[in-house]
T-cell receptor, first 114, second 109 residues
Framework: DADVTQTPRNRITKTGKRIMLECSQT?????MYWYRQDPGLGLRLIYY???????NKGEISDGYSVSRQAQAKFSLSLESAIPNQTALYFC?????????????FGEGSRLTVL | GQNIDQPTEMTATEGAIVQINCTYQ??????LFWYQQHAGEAPTFLSY??LDGLEEKGRFSSFLSRSKGYSYLLLKELQMKDSASYLC??????????WGAGTKLIIKP
């Protein structure tokens, strides 16, 4: 089983619908992140959380919200989806015990907004 | 502004050596990462450089020159399974990662 699990893996929805992408991890890491990936662009940070009571906006947080329900769970919501939110979304975790702070990614959630 | 540049696509032959370059301009530097990403899959960590020089890990090596804002990933004895995108990312002054768009590496028999 994957250490970082995302659900759903694929979702097609319509403009204006509310969508939630969920992420859970068994790595015991405190830090969790949501990124989106678009063709021809680097990964872009949406939100990140360093512990359950800490939520921070990334570079592209507009139109998104997050909830850190527990150390192991970090959800991303699109309150009213729009077509330019069509992308591949990745959840990631990291831990201070790794000097580099390397990220461990989930398998991705492909979202299509029609 | 902050910028990471890498070639969009490269082609190499099975068994050969390939070097993927990454140049960066960032406000602050706290380390550089290389990740591998197979199509439709998650990125996976390859290497981390924070000091100048070469870090070798099996068939893969990564080099960093902080004064030149330059890194490369060297892949030796290429295998078909090395066909993937290679992502360069820099940890900037606020310790957040700035990502390049990735280099798609195509390996031909």
């Amino acid at each position: 089983d994957a250490d970082v699990t995302q659900t759903p893996r694929n979702r097609i929805t319509k403009t204006g619908k509310r969508i939630m992408l969920e992420c859970s991890q068994t790595k015991g890491h405190d830090r969790m992140y949501w990124y989106r990936q678009d063709p021809g662009l680097g990964l872009r940070l949406i939100y990140y959380s360093f512990d359950v009571k800490d939520i921070n906006k990334g570079e592209i947080s507009d139109g998104y919200s997050v909830s850190r329900q527990a150390q192991a769970k970090f959800s991303l919501s699109l309150e009213s989806a729009i077509p330019n939110q069509t992308a591949l979304y990745f959840c990631a975790t990291s831990d201070l015990t790794f000097e580099s702070g390397e990220l461990f990614f989930g398998e991705g959630s492909r979202l299509t907004v029609l | 502004g902050q910028n990471i540049d890498q070639p969009t696509e490269m082609t190499a032959t099975e068994g050969a050596i390939v070097q993927i370059n990454c140049t960066y301009q960032t406000s602050g530097f706290n380390g550089l990462f290389w990740y591998q990403q197979h199509a439709g899959e998650a990125p996976t960590f390859l290497s981390y450089n924070v000091l100048d020089g070469l870090e070798e890990k099996g068939r893969f090596s990564s080099f960093l020159s902080r004064s030149k804002g330059y890194s490369y990933l060297l892949l030796k004895e290429l295998q078909m399974k090395d066909s993937a995108s290679y992502l360069c990312a820099v940890k900037g002054s606020n310790y957040q990662l700035i990502w390049g768009a990735g280099t798609k590496l195509i390996i031909k028999p």
